[in-house]
Each structure stands twice: as C-alpha cells, then as structure tokens.
C-alpha cells in the first residue's frame, strides 16, 4: 500500500532525471581550448584533440561549440609573420610545420566551425598587424578574460600537456 502512494513519486523523479539527462545531450558539448605554450608538437596534439572531440560528439548525434584561445607564446600558432625580436619569435620546429599546422587550423575553422579567438593584449604587446593574423581569427581584448568568460557559460576548459 505504501508503495502505491510512493509511486507518483518515484516516477516523477524518474522522468525529471530523465529529462534533465535527454537536455543535457540537445544542448550539446561546450568546450574552450587554451593555448599559451610554443611547443608546435604540443600544439599539433591541440588540434587533433580538437577534430577527435568534434567527431566523438558527432557520432553521439551531439552537436559541439569549441572555442579555441590563444594568449602569449599562443600567437606564434596565428600569423605567418616570424616575429623577430619578441618573445614569441618563431624557431626552426616552427617554421618546419607552420603551413602544415595553418591549414589543419584553418579547416577547424572553416569545415568543422571551431570559433578562435586571439589575445588582443598580446598582439598588441608585439606591434603584430591585425592584418597579418590569420583570416578566420576573431581579436578578443583579454584572452584569459574570454575563457573565463566561456567558462561562466557553461565550456569545458582544455588544455593538452
């Protein structure tokens, strides 16, 4: 008898779990990758982490937003300008893999919608031209400002070691 006044219960609770599961699958993945190291290896890794998390919440029938955030050393992954005479100057590993690692970037960009965002700060701390950041790149005035940001909204933060 008792059972029979807990069921409404039971199933109430059953199908708000169960609702607020199914809303967490239709509002996808929100996810922010961080990049403020040099290493082109390490950044490489970054973007296959990228394309390997898009696929995997494709093949769930999820749909992804991923933003991707450069600050500091980040930069150098953005232009083709070398940069000499900054930190940030680009070096032989660099140099080697940077049409390899531009175009992986630019079809994040353009075929698989990542949003990337470039620390404003930072490019205006090397004298770097607006124009000479990679098309498809969007200045933000704080890089760390913007994944706070993201994060406030829900992202997934990222960052391959």
């Known amino acids: 008898m008792r059972f029979?006044?807990?069921l409404p219960l039971l199933l109430i609770?059953?199908?708000?779990v169960?609702?607020?599961t199914a809303q967490a699958a239709d509002d996808g993945a929100k996810v922010v990758y961080h990049v403020d190291?040099?290493?082109p290896t390490r950044y490489s890794a970054t973007l296959t982490s990228i394309n390997n998390i898009i696929n995997f919440y494709e093949s769930q029938l999820m749909e992804a937003e991923v933003h991707l955030v450069f600050v500091g050393y980040g930069l150098r992954f953005t232009t083709d300008d070398a940069l000499k005479g900054t930190p940030y100057a680009a070096d032989k590993a660099l140099l080697?893999?940077?049409e390899e690692l531009k175009?992986?970037?630019?079809a994040l960009i353009?075929?698989?919608g990542v949003k990337v965002h470039l620390c404003d700060k930072t490019r205006k701390e090397v004298g770097l031209d607006k124009a000479k950041v990679y098309k498809g790149i969007d200045l933000t005035a704080s890089g760390v400002a913007k994944i706070a940001m993201l994060q406030s909204e829900g992202f997934a933060y990222l960052k391959i070691q």
Do not use: I, W
Request: proline letters at 0%.
């Open 13 to 16: 609770s059953f199908f708000l």
């Open 18 to 20: 169960t609702s607020m």
């Open 37 to 39: 190291f040099k290493n």
């Open 4 to 6: 029979f006044k807990l």
């Open 110 to 112: 353009n075929v698989r």
């Open 96 to 98: 080697e893999r940077r």
């Open 103 to 106: 175009g992986r970037l630019d």
